[in-house]
């Protein structure tokens, strides 16, 4: 499956916005999808995940009560909104994916077999 995450942009501190990633090749009934996040200079952290059919969802410790995660596996389809949005958030975001009965290991980046290639999120007045 091959992924294309996009809605990335600039917003001002405290506003939303809305990422989504596209799934084509395959459908992702049997993928685990996650996002993760890059910021300049760090290393890159968990920020969601989503088990194959929407029943669980799990955060990362900084993103906690500001995101949440869905899919549409109809519309082969993961989205994440951010709210309340802060520049700390700036950062290059990708959606993941791993096909796996599983739903563990969420934040192991090495677990996760296919990437997409990151969409630009820049939080600033």
């Known amino acids: 499956v091959q992924l294309q995450a996009s809605g990335g942009g600039l917003v001002q501190p405290g506003g939303s916005l809305r990422l989504s990633c596209a799934a084509s090749g395959r459908t992702i009934t049997s993928y685990v999808m996650g996002w993760f996040r890059q910021a300049p200079g760090k290393e890159r952290e968990f920020v969601a995940a989503i088990s194959r059919y929407g029943g669980n969802t799990n955060y990362g410790d900084s993103v906690k009560g500001r995101i949440t995660i869905t899919r549409d596996n109809a519309k082969n389809t993961v989205d994440l909104q951010i709210n309340s949005l802060k520049p700390e958030d700036t950062a290059l975001y990708y959606c993941?994916?791993?096909?796996?009965?599983?739903?563990?290991?969420?934040?192991?980046?090495?677990?996760?077999?296919?990437w997409g290639q990151g969409t630009l999120v820049t939080v600033s007045s």
């Open positions: 993941a994916g791993k096909a796996s009965y599983y739903y563990r290991d969420l934040d192991q980046q090495n677990t996760y077999n296919t």
